[in-house]
């Protein structure tokens, strides 16, 4: 450091000092306001919008799975949001680990995918699951991470190496929102990043019963916890989001028509978890029984 300031005038080392001083102020500042605004009261006017793929005739597996996750949760919380259905949805992503989705925009805030959106509520002391000590928060945090792991790469699977459901279901809707030829580039493009992904998480060459298997060793390990506990959440009376996202993903598998079912069969072997999906859809959605 030293020798580079011999380079320079006085003069020239007190302007750099100082730009130096200046520069490191404002990445403060910076840092102090973004965490300000970030424990701001959950804005109501306008309300914060989650943004999704058009459900009826757009969105796949994985992602819904993840958008229903986001939604359980925040229910949850008692955060009033809404939800805006847009085909670019994907595209305004600023990134992710697997899904992308949904995209949640909370004043100038924007996260996507269910953990940076979980986090950010924790941020604002909105959240779910406060109540438990540190050791149920690591082992609640170790289950999520397991399902979140586990489903979104069998959905991945199944939405993109089971070629009938490909053929008929993944495609027609991942195109359905682009003309032609743009579709077909679309879907080429999609299937070549969810074959990395597997790859990355070393799915890529199982056969589906090596998938289904996977499956059903995570459910019967969820099944187990949550039978541990009296109350209808898998902590006792009160949800946390463990909660929220073992039920954006099972009651997505267990409510979609795929050409192969194999998934929602596997699912449907643990009683207790089906009859989880059933309460919490009647006490957050009341949508459709499974």
């Not at 929102?177 to 070549?192: M, T």
């Not at 597997?198 to 059903?216: A, P, R």
């Not at 979609?256 to 009683?271: C, E, H, R, T, Y």
Request: proline fraction near 5%.
């Amino acid at each position: 450091m030293s020798y580079f300031f011999i380079l320079f005038s006085k003069s020239q080392q007190r302007e750099a000092s100082s730009c130096v001083r200046n520069n490191c102020k404002s990445q403060v500042l910076i840092e102090y306001n973004t965490k300000d605004k970030m424990s701001e009261p959950w804005p109501e006017n306008p309300l914060p919008t989650l943004y999704q793929p058009y459900e009826a005739e757009q969105i796949l597996l994985y992602e819904n799975s993840s958008c229903l996750a986001v939604k359980a949760y925040l229910k949850m919380c008692n955060l009033p949001f809404e939800v805006r259905s847009c085909a670019n949805a994907e595209f305004m992503s600023p990134g992710g680990r697997m899904t992308k989705l949904p995209v949640l925009q909370v004043g100038a805030f924007v996260f996507a995918e269910f953990e940076p959106i979980v986090n950010f509520v924790e941020h604002q002391s909105s959240a779910i699951g406060q109540w438990l000590d540190e050791d149920e928060k690591s082992e609640m945090r170790t289950y999520v991470s397991l399902t979140e792991n586990i489903f979104t790469m069998a959905e991945i699977y199944i939405s993109f190496m089971v070629d009938r459901v490909y053929n008929e279901v993944t495609a027609p809707r991942n195109g359905c929102v682009f003309p032609w030829p743009l579709n077909k580039i679309q879907n080429a493009s999609k299937k070549r990043q969810a074959k990395k992904l597997l790859k990355v998480y070393l799915w890529d060459n199982m056969e589906i019963e090596d998938v289904m298997e996977k499956v059903e060793k995570c459910c019967e390990t969820l099944n187990l916890k949550l039978k541990e506990r009296d109350g209808p959440f898998f902590y006792g009376e009160q949800p946390c989001e463990l909660d929220a996202i073992v039920f954006g993903h099972l009651f997505s598998v267990l409510t979609i028509n795929l050409p192969n079912m194999a998934l929602a069969q596997s699912v449907q072997k643990f009683k207790s978890l089906v009859q989880f999906c059933r309460f919490i859809d009647e006490k957050y959605f009341q949508t459709k029984s499974v």
